[in-house]
């Protein structure tokens, strides 16, 4: 394992499960100290455990709670490196915009996309008196790709965080805080295999547009983490970072 991030301060928001977990084992395999921000109090605990980083109990959406976490980050490392803003959902209510409520449009707009501004807009002021830092701001393929599966609100949250980033990335470039969205193709999660497991021909339909013919790994998506994370990305910035198995490139795939 490289060690590219030794003595960093990286927050992981959502580093309970799936991608985030997978993140928070990297990031601290790579020496750096974690911050694990979750609203689940077991499963972030559990987390920030493992790897003798830091738990603090946070819900994305609440400002407050927002700027207490990486208050806390700053207060008990001595500054903030990195900002994995990664916490989301993609509830059963969120489906064709025909039948979604505004309810749960609101929640997703909520914990998807209002909590990364709430994110960077707590992160940076400790990035800039640190004059560096890297926030990675989770998104998906489906910002760029459209699909007959809806999950209306989902799909519009993550072209808002694709978008935001951007202009972050853009904004604070000549201060050396670096800025990308990550967008995950479908991940190989529990939730994703009980769901298939029921229902093969979901997973075929869906495994037919990927050229790789499988799905991602949470740790192939850490592992990007931790390259976008460390001096090794220095030079990307405000940028799209695809880790999707070719599904966005590919128009007919392998058999
Ligand atoms: N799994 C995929 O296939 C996939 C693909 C593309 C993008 N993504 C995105 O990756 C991110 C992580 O997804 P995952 O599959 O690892 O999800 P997951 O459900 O396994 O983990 C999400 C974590 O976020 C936490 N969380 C949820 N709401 C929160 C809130 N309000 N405040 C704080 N923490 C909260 C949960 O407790 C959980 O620990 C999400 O933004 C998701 O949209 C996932």
Redesign the pocket.
Known sequence: MVRRLVGRVAVV?????????ASVRRLAAEGAHVVV????PE??KTAADEVGGLFVQ????SPEQVDALFQAAVDTFGGLDVAFN?????PPDDDSILVTGLDAWRRVQE??LT?VYLCCKAAIPHMQARGRGSIIN?????ARMGAATSQIS?TAS?GGVLAMSRELGVQFAREGIRVNAL?????N?P??QELFAKDPERAARRLVHIPMGR??E?DEIAAAVAFLASDDSSFITASEFLVDGGISGAYVTPV
Do not use: Q
């Open positions: 928001t959502g580093g309970g499960s799936g991608i985030g977990l921000g979750d609203v689940d499963a972030g946070v819900d994305v959406t990664n916490a989301g959902i993609s914990v998807n909590s989770t998104a998906s393929f489906v989902y993550k967008s995950p193709g479908p991940v999660t939730l994703l799905f991602a949470a």
